[in-house]
Each structure stands twice: as structure tokens, then as C-alpha cells.
């Protein structure tokens, strides 16, 4: 079956411009979760949803950031006006309520 | 007190040897707990999965749970070189959500 997909896989940008990366969960999956990984880093959380609903949005860095879900699937996850702190690897995950997390091959973002 | 601890490492084990993996967790109410491997540049991968006290064993992984202690480990028997990598315990918190410790690195020295 399908497992986690996110786009793009590499996402290169400019300094204060704004990126969108996109998670399409496992079918069914009513948990979805985001989040960073600097190099040689451990998995910063950045945001949780449980449906459409964000109950943990705790980790979300800065107001630049911002998550969406939407029919209990697809996520898209927002960074306005990209610095270059915010250069790392996005991961997705999804899981049925708070069983195994299956994670998606990330989104390697580089910003210059 | 972080929610999920982990020595971050590296641990550094013999070829063929026992690798003992440790994570304790602060939330008593906690009823699952997961062991994730994570290769350099890959996405993270579960191991092992365990819900009741005792041991639970998978080839050469047992996965340990204490809940009174609040701790979780992970042993790798017959440690191969291919065992190296980042390994993370993740425990469900509040709200069902899954909180995952710093990791630990391993490193099989052939």
C-alpha cells in the first residue's frame, strides 16, 4: 500500500520568500504530525492534528509558520518569508490515533 | 523535566556484542512506547512497539518496559555493523500525541 508521501523532496528558495510543503498521509490515518530535522540534529516537533483539528501547536517556531489539514488528509505546511535558520529537513508522519508513526521521505529545504 | 530522555552518545559497541539502548519517560499515564532506528539521511523507521510491562523480542531486538520506573530499553543482540544508526524512543503523551526523546547514535565498531 501507499505510505507517506511529501512534495517536493528538495525545495530550494530565497531569503524572505514564501514555501509551501505538502504531506499526503496514509489513507486513514487520523493523526498527522510535522517536523524538522537540522543536520546532525534530533526531530524538532512542530505541529500536531488529530483530523482537522491542531490540538499542539506548540511547536511551531515563529507566526511565519502555519499548518493545514484538510478533509482529514492532505497537510500543507506554510513558511512566510523564509530565513536561512529555517533550512533543514521537513518530516511528515501519520498514524491511527496514538499508534506507530509512519513516517514520509521529508522535504529537504535550503534556503540562500 | 523533558518528557522523553535519551543519552544522545554515541555508544560505542563491539561487533557481535549486546547493545543496550535506555529512555525514560516523566508522563505516568503514558501506554505506548516505540522504538524508531534512523539512518544518516533517511526518515526514521520503527523497530519495536510495546504496550505491557516485561520484555517483548523480535530476532535479535527485546524491547523492555518497566512502567512503575518509567523507563523503556532497547537490546540488540549480535550487534552487526548495519546497526549503526540513530535510535529513538517515542512514548504517547497527552492527547494522544507521540513525543519522541533526542535519540541516541550507535556505533558497531567492526
Known amino acids: 500500500g501507499a505510505g507517506v508521501s511529501q512534495s517536493p523532496s528538495n525545495k530550494v528558495t530565497e531569503k524572505g520568500k514564501d514555501v509551501e510543503l505538502r504531506c499526503d498521509p496514509i489513507?486513514?490515518?487520523?493523526?498527522l504530525y510535522w517536523y524538522r530535522q537540522s543536520l546532525g540534529q534530533g526531530l524538532e516537533f512542530l505541529i500536531y492534528f488529530q483530523g482537522n483539528s491542531a490540538p499542539d501547536k506548540s511547536g511551531l517556531p515563529s507566526d511565519r509558520f502555519s499548518a493545514e489539514r484538510t478533509g482529514g488528509s492532505v497537510s500543507t505546511l506554510t513558511i512566510q518569508r523564509t530565513q536561512q535558520e529555517d533550512s533543514a529537513v521537513y518530516l511528515c508522519?501519520?498514524?491511527?490515533?496514538?499508534?506507530?508513526?509512519?513516517f514520509g521521505p521529508g522535504t529537504r529545504l535550503t534556503v540562500l | 523535566q523533558k518528557e522523553v530522555e535519551q543519552n544522545s552518545g554515541p555508544l560505542s559497541v563491539p561487533e557481535g556484542a549486546i547493545a543496550s539502548l535506555n529512555c525514560t519517560y516523566s508522563d505516568r499515564v503514558s501506554q505506548s512506547f516505540f522504538w524508531y532506528r534512523q539512518y544518516s539521511g533517511k526518515s526514521p523507521e520503527l523497530i519495536m512497539s510495546i504496550y505491557s510491562n516485561g520484555d517483548k523480542e523480535d530476532g535479535r531486538f527485546t524491547a523492555q518496559l518497566n512502567k512503575a520506573s518509567q523507563y523503556v530499553s532497547l537490546l540488540i543482540r549480535d550487534s552487526q555493523p548495519s546497526d549503526s544508526a540513530t535510535y529513538l524512543c517515542a512514548v504517547n503523551g497527552r492527547d494522544d500525541k507521540i513525543i519522541f526523546g533526542k535519540g541516541t547514535r550507535l556505533h558497531i565498531l567492526p
Open positions: 489513507s486513514g490515518h487520523t493523526a
Open positions: 508522519a501519520s498514524s491511527l490515533l496514538a499508534n506507530t508513526q509512519y
